[in-house]
């Protein structure tokens, strides 16, 4: 099997699991819908305020949601399924690209949805032309959320606060991602460049692409 | 430890000369007293990018060497780093309060990205006490030593970056925006609280040799008392 066919099983495989489970859409979204209920309730009823809020609640609670969609539990790989990959021979890169394939997939899925949800309770006011861009701001974000959660799950694996712990570690390096994120959508309203914020997003997500791979073998060992 | 007691004093009387030259240099026109603050924030700002660059270099040499003295130097550098930039922070505060009419601004991008970085390193802090195993612990610590040294040049550049209120750095190529005497007493607190850097990064090393000696005394919290299973309780 070549590198891609590794990595893409791995991403199938990830993506059945999750089918079966379901943590993404029967927990992780009814959770963070009700984060945006609570917005408001905790603003009281100040419609353009609830209105002006709308984006940055978005990009606040999709990072910090989305962040859990990479470290959902069924993304915590057992001991037994370690040690079957390692005896398999698969590429530790191929695990960390097809890992991070599959969670791609459904945080964009996620954020969609939160979106969606988010248009609906806050009808927030958006300049026009602003799908195409914010589309692919949301892209762009949850690979680099799935880049970095998949990193912190790798370094926290088997601990006993494996999901606090990658949390915190993800949650302040996950800045620049807000920023990029939440920016595009501010430079699209104030009529200015919103180049430079996608070219941030994309540095974060090679970066954090060149850290996965160049690291691939550090932490398959760190997990074990 | 004889080594460290020396590094200690040297720093201790460099520290001094710095106290000193932080008292006796002229004060800006505007901000009067409160100028004095710059001589502690700029060099405990300093102190820690250097921390966490030598944490990142630490690591990077334990994942090629894997010898225990670079995971030891690792830890000890973000204690001392987290403590310097938690200094800067809180002294940049104070002088935020008294200048700007208030402590935290949001206008300004580097004391929100300082207190990111600050948060990379207590998760930092939190990945190792986490870790029981001294090797999982050097190897995860490692890893994520090498990665969060991106902070340092975000927080660093954030100024030029992003339109702020925090001022561009003093002392640039072609001069400095400030008096030779104010030059000097922040240069000299510079080295002083480099020399402090190294002196407590030295003891923390000590003090991990010393910890490791008595590993395998102590057990993780939640692991020294066991709850009894029923099947193991005897009818009393």
């Known amino acids: 099997m070549t590198f891609w066919d590794q990595a893409i099983e791995i991403s199938r495989v990830d993506l059945r699991v999750e089918r079966r489970m379901g943590d993404v859409l029967r927990i992780i979204l009814p959770f963070a819908v009700i984060a945006l209920l609570v917005f408001p309730l905790a603003l009281g009823v100040d419609l353009s305020a609830i209105t002006e809020l709308g984006p940055a609640v978005f990009w606040a609670i999709g990072v910090l949601f989305g962040m859990q969609v990479a470290l959902r539990q069924a993304a915590d790989d057992r001991p037994e399924r370690r040690d079957l990959y390692a005896l398999l021979g698969v590429d530790p890169a191929a695990r960390f690209v097809g890992r991070t394939m599959s969670g791609s997939v459904l945080t964009v899925g996620f954020m969609i949805a939160l979106l969606v949800a988010t248009f609906v309770l806050y009808s927030p006011r958006l300049p026009s032309g602003w799908p195409g861009p914010v589309i692919l701001a949301v892209l762009l974000t949850a690979v680099g959320l799935t880049e970095l959660g998949t990193l912190a799950g790798e370094v926290t694996a088997g601990l006993r606060s494996r999901t606090l712990l990658a949390s915190l570690i993800v949650a302040p390096l996950a800045i620049p991602l ?47 | 430890m004889k080594r460290v007691r020396i590094l200690m004093a040297i720093a201790a009387a460099a520290m001094v000369a710095g106290l000193y030259l932080t008292l006796t240099s002229p004060t800006d026109r505007l901000q009067g007293e409160f100028t004095r603050i710059v001589n502690i924030h700029a060099p405990s700002m300093w102190v820690a990018f250097l921390a966490f660059g030598v944490t990142a270099l630490a690591s990077i040499l334990w994942l090629v060497r894997k010898t225990d003295r670079w995971d030891r130097i ?31 601004d949001w206008a300004d991008p580097r004391m ?97 040799k010393a910890e490791e000696s008595r590993s395998g005394e102590t057990v993780p919290a939640g692991d020294a008392v066991a709850t009894p299973l029923l099947s193991e309780v005897e009818d009393v």
């Open chain 2, 74 to 104: 690792a830890e000890a550098s973000v204690e001392t780093g987290v403590l310097f930039t938690a200094t800067g922070l809180f002294t940049g505060m104070v002088w935020g309060q008294a200048v700007w009419g208030r402590a935290w």
């Open chain 2, 112 to 208: 929100a990205s300082t207190a990111v970085m600050f948060f990379v390193y207590i998760g930092y802090l939190a990945l190792r006490r986490a870790t029981p195993d001294p090797v999982m612990r050097a190897r995860r610590s490692a890893i994520l030593g090498a990665i969060a040294v991106v902070q340092v040049p975000l927080v660093y550049f954030s100024v030029n970056l992003f339109r702020s209120l925090h001022q561009t750095q003093s002392i640039r190529p072609d001069g400095a925006t400030m008096p030779d005497e104010m030059v000097i007493a922040l240069l000299v607190n510079f080295l002083a609280f480099t020399l402090l850097y190294v002196a407590l990064t030295a003891g923390r090393v000590e003090v991990a």
């Open chain 1, 178 to 224: 807000v920023i990029g994120g939440s920016q595009t959508l501010e430079s699209l309203t104030r009529d200015t460049s919103i180049l430079p914020w996608l070219l941030l997003l994309v540095a974060t997500d090679l970066a954090l692409a060149v850290a996965g791979v160049a690291l691939a073998r550090p932490l398959e060992e760190a997990s074990r």
